[in-house]
């Protein structure tokens, strides 16, 4: 039997929810005709385009990775390359699957706190026909950020208007829009279609799905490369209902968005509970990351009882991640043994 343990390591970490779980048994039943031409995506379709508007397209995916290629390839020639934040996670994280699978160039961009702008992005604008420079095709943004930073919608139709009006495209990874959505009480479409957004990473694995997510295509000039782009990529589910079904159950009646209210509600009161015992938390704390800084000798000891990532090795800056799931009890727990730690009993 596998130990059950609460962390903060990630929210990749949590369960499924179990209406998810639910709405994948419910598909279970019978046939469906393979690779997408299924009830269950026709209906996904149907409620993607009332979120996000009439004429948008939704193509379900296994995972995140897959999804922010697929979407940077359809954005992009062989020749071309992508603005976006040095921390991003197309930069960082993915194993160079941007580069390696789309045979892009990544231009990236150091920024404090996770979020670019127009003034930053224009740095990377020079050299435009030069053939021995890979030439800016398009602008990827992370909401939130991989430093838990939030971009309001104002500052997305900033970023928009200055791609389109300099032959950029505007892709989003929205691996944690949800979130954003929660922090900003805003329709998910008031900071992505409506704000200038091209083309969407939808996530669904790190709000309570069991691995689902989606390219959403705003920009009606994307849509037909990336059904070929979706199998070259192999992210094309034969099976795709059971798929299509976790999107359902987090999107279609707001799901998503209530969990992610709980675990910005969580990251808030670990937000509080560290600050009122004097730990520094130099990065604000907008969605469900907390990123507070410990001796390496306090990590150590808390680590004992609680997963986390160390963020800043340097610094000694961590990160602290809530989830769909994750308690008031949680929290407290954390808190009481990090003020142990402090010597604050």
Request: glycine share 8%; hydrophobic share 45%.
């Amino acid at each position: 039997m596998t130990k059950i343990w609460r962390g903060f390591a990630s929210d990749n970490y949590a369960g499924v929810h179990p209406e998810v779980l639910t709405a994948i048994a419910e598909v279970n039943d019978g046939h469906q005709v393979a690779y997408g031409d299924d009830s269950t995506t026709a209906e996904l379709q149907t409620l993607i385009e009332s979120l996000f508007g009439s004429g948008t397209q939704v193509f379900p995916v296994f995972n995140g990775t897959g999804a922010n290629v697929i979407a940077l390839q359809a954005c992009t020639d062989r020749w071309e390359a992508v603005i976006c934040a040095t921390g991003a996670h197309i930069n960082g994280d993915e194993g160079g699957a941007p580069e390696k699978m789309a045979g892009l160039k990544l231009y990236g961009i150091d920024t404090a706190d996770g979020k670019l702008t127009p003034e930053l992005i224009a740095t990377q604008m020079y050299d435009i026909g030069f053939v021995h420079r890979a030439q800016p095709a398009v602008v990827s943004i992370t909401q939130t950020t991989e430093v838990g930073t939030l971009y309001s919608a104002s500052e997305v139709r900033a970023i928009a208007d200055y791609c389109h009006a300099n032959n950029l495209l505007l892709h989003m990874d929205g691996a944690r829009l949800s979130n954003a959505a929660a922090a900003l009480g805003s329709p998910l479409r008031a900071f992505t279609v409506d704000a200038g957004v091209d083309i969407l990473s939808l996530g669904g694995t790190k709000i309570g799905a069991l691995g689902a997510e989606a390219v959403v295509v705003f920009n009606a000039k994307l849509s037909d490369s990336i059904g070929y782009l979706r199998k070259t990529s192999m992210q094309l589910a034969s099976k795709m209902r059971f798929i299509s079904a976790q999107l359902l159950a987090l999107y279609r009646d707001g799901l998503a968005v209530r969990n992610g209210i709980h675990a910005n509600a969580m990251a808030a009161r670990l937000h509080a509970g560290l600050e009122a015992l004097g730990v520094e938390i130099p990065n604000p704390t907008q969605a469900n990351a907390v990123f507070p800084i410990f001796t390496q000798a306090q990590t150590e000891q808390l680590q004992r009882d609680f997963k986390f990532y160390v963020w800043n090795h340097r610094t000694g800056q961590v990160r602290l991640m809530c989830s769909w799931d994750t308690t008031e009890a949680d929290v407290d727990a954390l808190v009481a043994a990090t003020a142990s730690v402090l010597g604050n009993k």
